[in-house]
C-alpha cells in the first residue's frame, strides 16, 4: 500500500484462480482480482423478504442519555495505540496523548449529535484492505485473503 503499484520489492496478490459455472477462470488484472476478492467477501443480497412488512413492531426507542467527559475518558483509554490509521488519518496515540485537549469539545460534539440524531457522515467511511490468511499453501486462491476494514476512530 506505501509504494507505487509497480514496486516489485511489495507482495502482490498473484493472478487468482476461481470458478464461473463451474469452470475455472482466472483473474490477472488488479479490477479482475477486485472483483473476484468482492464478490468472495461479500455475498450477493438475499431476495427481498415483502412479508416482514405486515408485522407490527414496537416504537422506536428514543435516546435520552447524556455522554459524559468520564466515557469518553474510558473509551479513549481503551484504543490501542498503535493500530492502522483509518481515512480520517487521526492515530489512536495522538487521540490518547491529547485527551485532556480535546475531551470536553468531544463531549459537546457527541452531546449535540445525540439529542439531534445526527451522525457525521465521513465517521461512517472506512478503507478495506486485503490481507494474506497467515499458513496457507496457495496464494492465488480467493479463500486466502481476509478483509480488514480501517475505520475512522472517533
Not at 85 to 101: E, H, R
Not at 118 to 134: C, H
Request: with cysteine; hydrophobic share 35%.
Amino acid at each position: 500500500m506505501s509504494t507505487p503499484w509497480g514496486d516489485s520489492r511489495k507482495t502482490r496478490i498473484p493472478v487468482l484462480i476461481h470458478k464461473v459455472r463451474e469452470v475455472e477462470e482466472q483473474a490477472n488484472t488488479n479490477q479482475d482480482k477486485g472483483r473476484v476478492l468482492v464478490k468472495g467477501f461479500f455475498p450477493a443480497k438475499p431476495p427481498v423478504n415483502n412479508t416482514l412488512d405486515k408485522l407490527s413492531y414496537l416504537p422506536e426507542c428514543k435516546s435520552e442519555g447524556v455522554i459524559t467527559t468520564e466515557q469518553i475518558h474510558v473509551q479513549l483509554k481503551r484504543l490501542k495505540l498503535y493500530k492502522a490509521l483509518g481515512p480520517d488519518g487521526i492515530t489512536n496515540i495522538v487521540l490518547t496523548k491529547s485527551t485532556d485537549l480535546i475531551i470536553e469539545r468531544l463531549a459537546h460534539i457527541y452531546q449535540a449529535m445525540l439529542r439531534g440524531s445526527l451522525m457525521y457522515k465521513p465517521w461512517k467511511e472506512f478503507i478495506t484492505v486485503i490481507l494474506r490468511k497467515p499458513g496457507k499453501p496457495r496464494y492465488d486462491m480467493p479463500k486466502a485473503y481476509r478483509p480488514i476494514a480501517l475505520l475512522n476512530t472517533m
